[in-house]
Nanobody, 124 residues
Framework: QVQLVESGGGLVQPGGSLRLSCAASGFTFSSYAMGWFRQAPGKEREFVAAFSWSGGITYAESVKGRFTISRDNAKNTVYLQMNSLKLEDTAVYYC??????????????????WGQGTQVTVSS
């Protein structure tokens, strides 16, 4: 079955960096759209960044220029490099997978498969 396991979260000071990883298994990784989402306390889950199944990349405006999504199809892993972290980046970060080869890939409801999440806390 599809499994997504995130890692790399932690506590970091404002301006710092973290790299999140999402190890995928149980499906043909290279054929899936892969996304990162986050959910802060008391807020709805929101889009951060994603690859379409064809390799196109989209970022949320709030993270453009600071975050970079990448994927290693040989390792079945997608990454999120987060630089210049801000207090408002504090959230649980989730990896998600979408098998469809068309349609939207930036909405929460676009993704049927989710990891368990990893906590990122930005605090001084």
């Amino acid at each position: 079955q599809v499994q997504l396991v995130e890692s790399g979260g932690g506590l970091v000071q404002p301006g710092g960096s973290l790299r999140l990883s999402c190890a995928a298994s149980g499906f043909t990784f290279s054929s899936y759209a892969m996304g990162w989402f986050r959910q802060a306390p008391g807020k709805e889950r929101e889009f951060v960044a994603a690859f379409s199944w064809s390799g196109g990349i989209t970022y949320a405006e709030s993270v453009k220029g600071r975050f970079t999504i990448s994927r290693d199809n040989a390792k079945n892993t997608v990454y999120l490099q987060m630089n210049s972290l801000k207090l408002e980046d504090t959230a649980v970060y989730y990896c998600a997978a979408r098998p469809a080869r068309s349609g939207s890939y930036i909405g929460v409801n676009d993704y049927p498969y989710w990891g368990q999440g990893t906590q990122v806390t930005v605090s001084s």
